[in-house]
């Protein structure tokens, strides 16, 4: 299995509305994913770093898992421009993005 993760990095005068990301973004991916292998989507919201009242590094992490790579590359081959052209309607950070492989 693949985790893709989108990382939203927290820095002064950016915005990220997560009402919007969770409910109408990742909303928009599993609708345009689903048929392409989506096994789920998850998201989190930071809220801290390591140290006590240390900042979170990042505002948010979206993440979609896929059995394979191949899968994800479909449907954003399809998909992929729609998906990134929602991107402006819930931030203006540039996300960071990591393919992973799930082994343990």
Known sequence: MVR???????AEGKKFD???YVNRHMKL???R?????LVR??????????????PA?????GHVYFNSLTDFQKGMGQHGKELLGD???FTNIQPQ???SEIIG
């Open 18 to 20: 997560h009402d919007y």
């Open 29 to 31: 991916v599993r609708e």
């Open 97 to 99: 993005i990591q393919i």
């Open 41 to 54: 989507t998850e998201v989190d919201k930071g809220l801290g770093g390591g140290a006590p009242g240390a």
């Open 4 to 10: 893709i993760s989108v990382f939203y990095a927290t």
């Open 33 to 37: 994913l689903g048929s392409f292998g």
């Open 87 to 89: 991107v402006p309607n």
């Open 57 to 61: 590094p990042y505002v948010a992490i």
